[in-house]
């Protein structure tokens, strides 16, 4: 039970949702929008947050969208991972959201809300960052298209009341040579040690990461280092673990030494696959 009341609102349009948002901004009411809920819901709950409207966006078209096209595949930001996942349209993306939580969650949390949400992890957001990705937004200012990496940067820098409408990913990405590894403490379904997702293009190494850092990123420098077959794997895997973009995450899943070593291991890994062909 939420210990507190807010107002409900289900627009069946993007220029309704953002006309709600601000009518409620002027009116100085916390909103929020909402699509699967399982973060919103259980922040309520925990009083971390407290709205005093949600706008529930499932019923906007946009926002639902699992198409692929000509030149590029959609996906709403309503879409939830197991929907992301049962399409197989983008294996990568799949083996992500097929990674997060389990089964029952990924029928709740969405592909926007992952993005968005609070908890530092945000696993979706590291196919995007490798395929070259845009992304479709709207808000009280209207719309707007942008590649993915330039709003997301760890986090998703919204502009105030916009809110996620799709992701786009140009065909190349739903077919090319790819592979996913989630380390984590114990279960499968436990928050990572480290999170690694890898495309290869042109013969080159694309690798993001999430959990080694308090963000999820996607480092040129590290692909540099381990793109360079001039070196052993053992010496890019520790090169790469020097070029990290912050202080390695040390929390009750593990301490900032063993994620160290989780991520120089799970480099080799990627390597050796590569370099053997069996990735």
Known sequence: MIPFNFVYYRPDSLGAAAEVYEKLRREGVSAVYYAGGSEIITMCRAGAIEPRAVIDIKRIPE????????????????????????????????????????????CRITLGGNLCGSIQYRETSLPLLLSDADIS?????????????????????????????????????????CAHMKKTANEKIDYPLVSVAAVWRDGCLRIAFSGVCAFPFRSQAIESVLNDRTMTRGERA????????????SDAEGSGEYRLFVFRNTIDEILEGWEN???
């Open 63 to 106: 926002c639902m969208i699992l198409s692929p096209g000509d030149r590029r595949m959609t996906i709403g930001s309503a879409c939830t991972l197991s929907q992301i996942g049962e399409s197989r349209m983008f294996p990568l993306l799949a083996l992500s959201c097929g990674r997060i939580a389990d089964h029952t969650n990924q």
């Open 137 to 177: 937004l709207y808000g009280p200012e209207g719309a707007r298209d942008v590649p993915f990496h330039s709003v997301f940067d760890g986090y998703m820098r919204l502009k105030p009341g916009e809110l996620v409408v799709a992701v786009h990913v140009p065909v190349w990405a739903l077919t090319a040579q």
């Open 238 to 249: 520790q090169r790469a673990a020097c070029l990290l973009p912050a202080p390695v995450t």
């Open 277 to 279: 062909g069996t990735l």
